[in-house]
């Protein structure tokens, strides 16, 4: 599966599509309300047959949800449907069931196999109304969904998976390497390699700062208000852009050089609680996603350890663990073998050690295998 993402050019129809977004939004919401009545009053969950029949129903009565195709109508229940589910099985995980979102926060709907069509290169007509989009490459393979999606800047963009499925060659390096995350330094790797983040927040923040003091000047729900939201956002996309960009050059760099990567299972959720925007700025979690994407499509690996392994801590010249060992101390030394260890290079060599240990064979052969398939 491939996905391509095109802009649509701005023009006085584009209204069509906000308004489709803003009934999905609707939609959604008076889905959720009838979750909650019925599993008030029967202490089930509702079934989505039962669901999607008595939406088809009312749509029939009401007039600004025939905006939005009987397809997404159906997506929408399944995203709903999608969602419970995930909070039946990791409910005990602080997982919250779906809520209530406000339209503007509602940022898109999906048209599976109608609703749709392409018209020469860059057009597509999309129920009655043809839109002009951004071409930027082309479209290979069967288009499976289209996903006509809205960003914070009020932008419009298409989603097209299809079913095309790149050849790649893997080119096989027999390099593997543990590497450590850490909030100075973004990446340490296990043969002496360190990556330092350009922390683009950091980079940007005083914009931030200037457009946020100019938004807050600003009367709420004035022309000029909304300008200054708009500028805000815009600063936002481009952090989140710049971001993204250095992240997928990395991951590519990486996979080319390695054929096994291995890091450590951290918890997140808790470290931003504990440092904040720092773990945000360098978003780890975001990486490893891009790199998991391109080390699948490359026919490399991605492998992980527990994340209560002490890697930090466990000398790796004699294996002896040092308990007493602290968040500030960035170097410390062996008591049995009397080493000086860096802390970060250190945890590096362990979770190389520990990753390589529970390696399975099978793993590296079906990650190579997997782009032939």
């Keep these: 599966m491939k996905t391509y993402k095109f802009k649509l050019y701005r023009h006085k129809k584009n209204k069509y599509l906000h308004y489709s977004i803003n009934a999905s939004a609707s939609i959604y919401n008076h889905c959720i309300a009838l979750h909650k009545r019925y599993y008030k009053m029967f202490g089930k969950h509702l079934n989505q047959f039962r669901l999607m029949k008595h939406i088809a129903k009312l749509r029939k ?7 939005v195709g009987s397809q997404a109508v159906q997506d929408v229940i399944q995203r709903i449907e999608k969602a419970y589910q995930i909070f039946f099985k990791q409910h005990q995980k602080g997982t919250r069931p779906p809520n209530f979102k406000k339209c503007r926060k509602y940022k898109s709907f999906t048209l599976k196999q109608a609703g749709y069509k392409f018209i020469f290169n860059n ?7 043809v839109f002009k989009f ?9 288009v499976k969904t289209l996903t006509v999606k809205r960003n914070n800047l009020g932008e419009l963009f298409l989603l097209v998976v299809t079913d095309y499925q790149q050849e790649h060659i893997p080119i096989v390096t027999g390099k593997n390497a543990g590497w450590d995350f850490g909030l100075k330094t973004f990446l340490t790797s296990s043969d002496s390699k360190s990556i ?3 922390l683009f927040f950091s980079q940007l923040r005083n914009k931030l700062k200037a457009a946020n003091r100019s938004l807050s000047r600003k009367k709420k729900g004035s022309s000029n208000w909304y300008r200054a939201k708009d500028h805000l956002n815009r600063v936002y996309e481009q952090i989140s852009h710049k971001r993204r960009d250095w992240f997928w050059k990395l991951a590519n760099q990486l996979t080319d050089e390695y054929d096994v990567l291995i890091f450590e299972d951290l918890n997140l959720d808790g470290m931003k609680r504990l440092w904040g925007r720092k773990v945000s700025d360098l978003s780890l979690a975001t990486f490893l996603e891009i790199l998991e994407t391109v080390a699948t499509n490359k026919g ?3 492998h992980y350890i527990d994340r209560f392994f002490p890697s930090s801590k466990t000398c790796s010249c004699c294996g002896y663990v ?3 060992l602290s968040l500030q101390e960035r170097e410390w030394t062996c008591l049995q073998c009397n080493t000086t260890l860096d802390r970060d290079a250190n945890a590096a060599i362990n979770i190389q050690r520990v990753g390589a240990s529970t390696l399975k064979l099978g793993d590296v052969r079906q990650s ?3 782009i032939s398939v």
């Design 196 to 198: 330092e983040s350009p």
């Design 300 to 302: 490399k690996l991605v």
């Design 322 to 324: 040092n308990q007493k």
């Design 123 to 129: 057009k597509i007509k999309i129920g009655k109304q």
């Design 61 to 67: 009565r009401i007039k600004y949800w025939q905006q």
């Design 134 to 142: 951004s071409l930027s490459r082309k479209i290979k393979g069967k």
């Design 368 to 370: 190579q295998t997997a």
